[in-house]
């Protein structure tokens, strides 16, 4: 079992600057792929980030490529989502998701992932 818990989330205007954080607790995470999803009022939970805990291999959604910068600190079994040049569309309830166990789901969907935090909101104000 896996305990997911989502910080930073908050109100910022457009152009600025947000750091969400995700503590994983429970067991390590050394072997999972860890992923940011994101879902706003009225709109499925769409991918964000996520990156291979054991490599440190990322990939982004078109969306934020170049805005977000998704890491891990294995000390602390954290993973992170820095999130620069906010727009008022990247409003949203922010998730953290962790996967452990092999499917056939792409890492870019909601289904292949085993563990969810319960979300942090970020705003960006126009």
């Known amino acids: 079992q896996v305990q997911l818990v989502e910080s930073g989330g908050g109100l910022v205007q457009a152009g600025g600057s947000l750091r969400l954080s995700c503590a994983a607790s429970?067991?390590?995470?050394?072997?999972?792929?860890m992923g940011w999803f994101r879902q706003a009022p009225g709109k499925e939970r769409e991918f964000v980030a996520r990156?291979?805990?054991?490599?440190?291999?990322?990939y982004y959604a078109d969306s934020v490529k170049g805005r977000f910068t998704i890491s891990r600190d294995n000390a602390k079994n954290a993973v992170y989502l820095q999130m620069n040049s906010l727009r008022p569309e990247d409003t949203a309830v922010y998730y953290c998701?962790?996967?452990?166990?092999?499917?056939?789901?792409?890492?870019?969907?909601?289904?292949?992932?085993?563990?969810w935090g319960q979300g942090t909101q970020v705003t960006v104000s126009s």
């Open positions: 998701a962790a996967k452990l166990y092999s499917g056939t789901y792409s890492l870019t969907l909601p289904q292949a992932y085993d563990y």
């Open positions: 429970g067991r390590t995470v050394s072997s999972y792929t």
């Open positions: 990156i291979m805990w054991s490599t440190g291999s990322t």
